[in-house]
């Protein structure tokens, strides 16, 4: 679900940084990749502090060029597809939206 979009105009001369606190499985990150491969940027980094195998695994399928910068990779995917044993959801911790 794309939330906002507002690139610069000069994208494709950039570096685009990705910071997102979990990687779980890999669908918003390849997402927003798409998004800045399609307006013309190149050097694209993926900057995350924990993910699963899996998440990894998907943004490597899709875009193996794209480097990802992780401080832990936990075990896996629960039935939810959250990180397990992980943090639950980040955004649901932070807003309390649950």
């Known amino acids: ?3 906002y979009r ?3 105009t000069d994208i ?8 997102d606190p979990m990687l779980a499985t890999g669908v918003s990150s390849v997402h927003t990749i798409d998004i ?5 940027c190149k050097n694209i980094k993926l900057v995350v502090i924990l993910a699963s195998p899996e998440g990894i695994k998907a943004v490597q399928a899709k875009h ?10 936990d ?6 597809s959250y990180i397990a044993p992980g943090l639950g959801d980040a955004g649901d911790r932070l807003f ?3």
Request: glycine share 8%.
């Open 75 to 80: 075990e896996g995917l629960n039935d939810h």
């Open 6 to 8: 507002k690139l610069p």
């Open 36 to 40: 800045l491969k399609d307006a013309g």
């Open 64 to 73: 193996p060029e794209v480097p990802i910068y992780c401080a832990c990779i």
């Open 1 to 3: 679900m794309e939330y």
């Open 96 to 98: 309390g939206t649950k």
């Open 12 to 19: 494709a001369e950039r570096e685009a940084i990705i910071t």
